[in-house]
C-alpha cells in the first residue's frame, strides 16, 4: 500500500566517481514511496546503474568518490549502514546471476543470507522451504544454481534475497540474457511477488515494452546523469521523450505514431493489450493500405545447406534432431529459440567443434565433413556473444591481424588487409589503440573485424546485441547492415531480441527442443501464435495492434511497418 512518507528519497544528490572529472550523478531529486513499481530507464552511461549502487550503499562503500545530498533508504542512510546493513533492506538481483551464487545447491544458496545473520536451524529450513515454494523451486533445492535455465537462475537469486525479508527489491536488467518468453514471465512473477509480499520493486532496464507487460507506477528517465522525466507510463509513451533519449518505444506505439497518430493518456497505452484502439483505428487501416511494401525474394545460390543434422551430446539427450535447412549467398537470417533450444550446438556443428552423428552440411556444394575446424575458419567466421571472449592481444592492430599472422600471410598484405577492414569497421581512427581504452560496442567491432579480416563467406554472430541499450543496439546493428553492403558476405544471428530478428533479417530459423519446427519471414513467425508459444518467443505487439484494429493479415501489417520504419531511418 503506498502511502505519503518516501521509502527512497533522493534530495540533491550529486556523485563524481575519483576517476572521472565530471559527476555521474547531478542534483537527483527523487521519492519513491512504499509499494510502488518504478522503472529507470536510459542509455548506457546515463547514471542509472549510478542510482542502484547507491541505493545498496555500494556507493560509497565499494565505489568510492564525492558524493553530495542526502539519501534516505527506509529512514537511514546506506553510507552508515553499509552494504551488509543495506543488504537487509535492499535485495539486489543482478543482470548476471552466475556471479551472485555463492553455494553447491539452491538450498544452500538460499540459505546463506540465514545462515550468517545465525537463525536457528529450524527457523532456517522453515524459511528455505516457504521461499522455494513461491519460487517454484522446491524440485531444484539438492541441483547447483549454475547448472539451471537462465529463469530458474533469476529465480534462485530472487529467492536469496526474498530470505532476508527484505522491504525492497532492485533489479538491475533482470532481462539481459532471457529467452523473451521466459523474460515475460519473469516479469509476471516479480509483479506477484510485489503484491504477495508487499514490497517496492525497482527495476533497472532498457527493455520497456517488456517490463510494460505488466503495470509500473512510475517511469523515471535518465540522461546525462540527471533525471529527465519522472511520469506515468501513459503519458511518457505519448510524448518523444524516450526517441529523443535514445530508448525504443514499445512497437506498437511506433507504428501508431507512424500512422500519423496523435496518442492520448486517457486511451492508456501502458499495455496493448487493454489500451482503446478505437480513436485510431481508420489512421492505422488507412496508413496499411497505403504502406509501400515489396515482397522481396533471393534467387540466388545456395551457400550452406544442413540435412537430416542429428547431434547428441549423451545417450539420454538428442540436442539437434533430424533438422534441414537451406541458407542462400547474402542472406542475413535469424536463429531463434528459447534457452537450450540447440542454436549453440548447430553453430557448433556449422563451424566444426562439434561433429554431427548424422546428416549432411554442405558449403558452396561440398560436403565439409572431412574439413577441420581451421579448414571451416576459412569459409565461415563464428564471433561470440562476449568480445572479451575472443580477444587475446593488448593492441587493436595485433588483435585483427592475428588470424593472418598464424596463417603466414606476408606482413606487407597484412597490413593492407587490416587496415581495409578497419575502414570498414570504423576502426581505422583506433588502429594504435589499445583495446582496453574502447567502449564495449567498439570491442564488439573489433572481436568482427578480426574475423572478416579472414574473408569468410559465412558469419554466425551470437546475441551481437546483448545487453546494449537502443542507441548502442541500433549502431552494432547499422554497422553490420554496412558489412553486409560493401562485403560479399552472408550473416546468420543467434539472437532472443525479437525486434532486431523483424527490423534487420530476411529470414528466421526457429529451433524448439532440436527441432526446426519454422523457417520463414520474420514478420510471419512473429504473429504465429503457436510457433511463439512453443518456442518461447514473444508475439509481436504489432499483432495485437492489427487484430485490434480489424486488420487480418497480422504478418503482412507487420512486414508493412518494418519496411516503412527501415525507410524512415
Known amino acids: 500500500m503506498v502511502t505519503d512518507t518516501p521509502i527512497i528519497e533522493f534530495s540533491d544528490v550529486s556523485f563524481k566517481y575519483h576517476a572521472q572529472k565530471e559527476p555521474t550523478l547531478k542534483n537527483i531529486n527523487l521519492k519513491i514511496y512504499p509499494g510502488e513499481k518504478i522503472l529507470i530507464a536510459g542509455q548506457s552511461g546515463s547514471g542509472k546503474s549510478t542510482l542502484a549502487h547507491c541505493l545498496n550503499a555500494l556507493i560509497p562503500c565499494s565505489f568510492t568518490g564525492d558524493m553530495s545530498g542526502t539519501l ?10 553499509g552494504v551488509f546493513g543495506m543488504s537487509q533492506k535492499v535485495g539486489t538481483v543482478l543482470q548476471d546471476t ?20 545465525e537463525v536457528p536451524r529450524d527457523e532456517m529450513i522453515a524459511k528455505v522451504a516457504e521461499v522455494s515454494d513461491k519460487l517454484e523451486l522446491t524440485n531444484f533445492l539438492g541441483s547447483a544454481p549454475g547448472a539451471l535455465s537462465g529463469g530458474q537462475k533469476q529465480r534462485v537469486s530472487l529467492g536469496g534475497v526474498m530470505a532476508c525479508d527484505v522491504k525492497i527489491l532492485l533489479f538491475d536488467e533482470p532481462l539481459a540474457n532471457l529467452d523473451p518468453a521466459t523474460g515475460k514471465r519473469t516479469i509476471s512473477l516479480i509483479d506477484d511477488i510485489m503484491h504477495d509480499e508487499d514490497m517496492t520493486v525497482v527495476i533497472i532496464e532498457h527493455r520497456l515494452e517488456d517490463v510494460l507487460y505488466k503495470d509500473v507506477d512510475r517511469v523515471v528517465l535518465m540522461d546525462g546523469g540527471r533525471i529527465v522525466a519522472d511520469m506515468h507510463p501513459d503519458e511518457l509513451l505519448c510524448s518523444d521523450l524516450l526517441v529523443d533519449n535514445g530508448i525504443r518505444e514499445p ?27 478505437s480513436p485510431y483505428k481508420d489512421a492505422v487501416h488507412s496508413w496499411y493500405h497505403e504502406a509501400k511494401f515489396e515482397h522481396v525474394g533471393r534467387e540466388t545460390e545456395n551457400l550452406l545447406e544442413v540435412k537430416n543434422l542429428k547431434y547428441r551430446y549423451d545417450e539420454s539427450r ?19 529459440g528459447k534457452n537450450g533450444a ?9 563451424c566444426g567443434f562439434n561433429k554431427q552423428d548424422e546428416g549432411t552440411i554442405l558449403f558452396a556444394g561440398e560436403d565439409i565433413a572431412d574439413l577441420s575446424i581451421a579448414q571451416r575458419g576459412e569459409k565461415i567466421g563464428y564471433v561470440m556473444q562476449s568480445p572479451n571472449q575472443m580477444i587475446s592481444k593488448p593492441m587493436i592492430f595485433d588483435e585483427v591481424s592475428l588470424g593472418l599472422v598464424t596463417r603466414g600471410v606476408p606482413e606487407a598484405e597484412i597490413k593492407e588487409r587490416v587496415n581495409e577492414i578497419l575502414k570498414i569497421c570504423g576502426l581505422y581512427p583506433f588502429r594504435n589503440w589499445p583495446v582496453s581504452a574502447l567502449s564495449f560496442g567498439q570491442k564488439k567491432r573489433v572481436s568482427i573485424a578480426s574475423i572478416l579480416v579472414m574473408k569468410p563467406e559465412l558469419l554466425i554472430l551470437d546475441e551481437p546485441t546483448a545487453g546494449q541499450d537502443y542507441k548502442h543496439y541500433t549502431e552494432i546493428m547499422e554497422f553490420i547492415r554496412d558489412i553486409r553492403r560493401q562485403m560479399p558476405i552472408t550473416i546468420v544471428m543467434i539472437t532472443h531480441d525479437m525486434h532486431l530478428m523483424l527490423e534487420y533479417t530476411d529470414r528466421t530459423l526457429v529451433l524448439t527442443d532440436g527441432k526446426l519446427i519454422m523457417n520463414a519471414t520474420p514478420a510471419e513467425v512473429l504473429t504465429d501464435n503457436k510457433v511463439c508459444d512453443k518456442a518461447y518467443l514473444k508475439r509481436t505487439s504489432l499483432y495485437d495492434l492489427a487484430m485490434k484494429c480489424g486488420i487480418e493479415d497480422a504478418s503482412e501489417f507487420a512486414a508493412r511497418f518494418i519496411e516503412d520504419e527501415r525507410r524512415r531511418k
Not at 534516505?72 to 549502514?81: I, Y
Not at 506505439?253 to 496493448?272: C, E, M
Not at 538428442?318 to 531463434?336: A, T, Y
Open 72 to 81: 534516505r533508504v527506509c529512514g537511514k542512510e546506506p553510507a552508515k549502514l
Open 98 to 117: 552466475d556471479g551472485q551464487f555463492i553455494a553447491l545447491t539452491v538450498a544452500e544458496d538460499l540459505a546463506f543470507a540465514l545462515e550468517n545473520d
Open 251 to 277: 512497437l506498437y506505439i511506433s507504428a501508431l505514431k507512424a500512422a500519423g497518430v496523435k496518442i492520448s493518456p486517457d486511451t492508456h497505452p501502458q499495455h496493448i493489450e487493454t489500451m482503446d484502439i
Open 318 to 336: 538428442q540436442v539437434i534432431d533430424d533438422v534441414s535447412f537451406e541458407i542462400k549467398k547474402g542472406e542475413l537470417v535469424s536463429l531463434v
Open 342 to 350: 540447440g542454436k549453440s550446438t548447430l553453430a557448433s556443428l556449422i
